[in-house]
């Protein structure tokens, strides 16, 4: 019979005498926070929309003000939300052993940041920042946050629009943000992936890089995910209820 304590304790042991831990969290994580999964914010008024229309360029030109109140809505929960259990294990951790620990995240909140791990690797940006849709014709280096306010804020010079700071369908991951992920996986002794179902590359293939590195790694998540063969150790939980185990 499987002994979960006895795994996890030996887990913590490997974790506090190792030299270099990566941890990848994906939309488990942040749902444990009251933040719903991408697919799961297109309930009640947005059910009837294709997440295309929501998430993508084409979609925001058709219909900015449709995209923007959206993201409005889904902003608002994130500053509702608060950090959780698992959030404020990694930040103790990095207290406690500054320099150790690289956080890399699938999700657009900023629970990471505010429980302690400034350094977080955003793979999926930040939905919080808003960014030029193209760049001011006015003023070319001119910041978002100076536009006219709006829904979508714009330039009342030339009329370009400001959008969230995601990554939508399409897009490319914010510049040296996978780069940066990768190194971190590749010199990590030990690599955590929390809360993903392992579905969304190339966020999935970092569990990969890390084993063939010659990490040990770990896969938290309640269900099984597609990314269990990578793994040396699956522990069946979320991230507030084991991280704090290992981290706190």
Excluded: K
Excluded at 41 to 49: D, H, I, N, Y
Excluded at 100 to 123: C, E, K, M
Excluded at 199 to 212: I, K, M
């Amino acid at each position: 019979m499987r002994d979960l304590d006895a795994e996890l304790h030996e887990l913590r042991a490997r974790i506090d005498r190792v030299a270099r831990v990566c941890v990848l969290s994906g939309a488990g994580m942040s749902a444990e926070s009251g933040i719903p999964t991408f697919r799961d914010a297109l309930t009640g008024l947005w059910s009837r929309f294709d997440p295309a229309q929501l998430a993508s360029e084409e979609g925001f030109r058709a219909d900015p003000r449709l995209v923007w109140d959206w993201y409005a809505e889904r902003r608002e929960g994130v500053r509702a939300a608060q950090p959780n259990a698992g959030h404020l294990a990694l930040g103790a951790f990095e207290r406690r052993r500054p320099g150790v620990l690289t956080v890399v995240s699938q999700n657009v909140d900023d629970l990471h940041q505010r429980a302690g791990n400034a350094g977080t690797i955003r793979l999926h940006g930040d939905i919080l920042a808003d960014r030029w849709l193209e760049p001011c014709r006015c003023r070319p280096r001119r910041d978002p946050g100076e536009a006219e306010p709006g829904r979508p804020p714009h330039c009342s010079g030339c009329g370009a629009l400001v959008r969230p700071g995601v990554v939508w369908f399409g897009e490319a991951l914010p510049e040296g943000a996978m780069e940066a992920a990768e190194r971190a996986a590749h010199g990590a002794d030990v690599m955590l992936v929390v809360g993903t179902s392992g579905a969304v590359w190339p966020a999935a293939g970092l569990a990969t890089t890390a084993r063939r590195a010659g990490a040990f790694v770990v896969i938290v998540n309640p269900q099984a995910s597609e990314i269990d063969a990578a793994a040396h150790l699956l522990v069946p939980g979320t991230a507030a209820q084991i991280l704090p185990r290992l981290f706190a």
